[in-house]
């Protein structure tokens, strides 16, 4: 089920169409799935900077993808972090450490996601894209601006943050700006001189919101808004795939019942939605 409170997405040109930018408010989305997920300061902050580089990517790459998915597996704090994106705006994701810390995070920041492998796949209306890049130490924005860089080549500067309070997740969001062929040189290296110099992008978004943001990166760079679109969380999960699921898993294991059990619950990984199945409903499904 979809939660009431949404996020937003906006899309445009600056530089006389030299650039494209994507900037989105999350606040509300990464809230949503930190209350529902019971996930620490640290846990928001990664996985809400996921969603928010899930939902950004899903409108720069691939035409339009029906759903693109980022999986990091990493031996950072957090672990594995997946987070997906439809074309409708809908947003979903996964951290497989929901309780761990991060030295140092203060609500803030961005937990090293460590060593190993970022794997993006889009989901068009006919073919599958996937790419893998391994990962470069540091956060999420630094590690999707590399795959951009490495998989995509394409040149683009990527900020993303999350201010998790005690009370709440306060801010959250980001933005990534792509340098276009034929850009001209001169204001890539004017922008290339701010991102430099870019202060704390979860205060930032906190003080100035998503506008504010995408003001500090441009500064007096003429820019056009071309579309805008609602984020929310929500997760497709439903009985009948977690239906298809057990009946392959009985296939092996006949037995899925502990000893004197008379049911198997079966939780979303993503939402964290309970399923029970009893024992006569096993049956029908071997």
């Not at 006949?254 to 979303?268: F, R």
Request: proline fraction near 4%; aromatic fraction near 4%; include cysteine.
């Amino acid at each position: 089920m979809p939660f009431e409170k949404t996020g937003s997405m906006h899309l445009g040109t600056a530089g006389d169409g030299g650039l494209r930018w994507a900037v989105a408010n999350m606040a509300p989305v990464v809230e949503q799935a930190r209350l529902q997920r019971d996930l620490s300061p640290a846990a928001a902050i990664g996985l809400g900077q996921m969603l928010t580089a899930a939902a950004l990517l899903s409108r720069f790459i691939s035409k339009q993808p029906l759903r693109i998915v980022l999986d990091a597996r990493g031996d950072g704090p957090l672990g594995r972090i997946r987070a997906e994106a439809d074309s409708l705006g809908r947003v979903r994701g996964l951290v497989e450490h929901r309780r761990a810390t991060a030295p140092g995070q203060e609500g803030q920041g961005s937990p090293d996601l460590g060593t190993g492998t970022l794997r993006v796949m889009r989901q068009l209306h006919h073919k599958n894209y996937d790419s893998r890049v391994a990962l470069v130490g540091g956060g999420v924005a630094r590690n999707i601006a590399h795959f951009l860089d490495q998989s995509e080549q394409i040149r683009s500067a990527v900020v993303l943050g999350v201010l998790a309070k005690p009370d709440g997740v306060a801010a959250g969001g980001g933005l990534i700006v792509e340098a276009l062929p034929g850009a001209d040189g001169t204001l890539i290296r004017k922008l290339e001189g701010r991102f430099a110099e870019f202060p704390s992008v979860s205060r930032v978004l906190e003080g100035e919101g998503p506008w504010g943001l995408l003001a500090r990166a441009l500064g007096d760079v003429e820019r056009q808004q071309l579309e805008e679109r609602h984020l929310l969380l929500a997760c497709d999960c439903d009985r009948d795939r977690f239906q298809q699921h057990l009946r392959t898993l009985i296939l092996h294991e006949h037995d899925l019942l502990e000893e004197g059990e008379d049911s198997l619950s079966v939780q979303c990984s993503f939402c964290g939605e309970d399923y029970v199945f009893g024992a006569d409903e096993l049956l029908t499904l071997m």
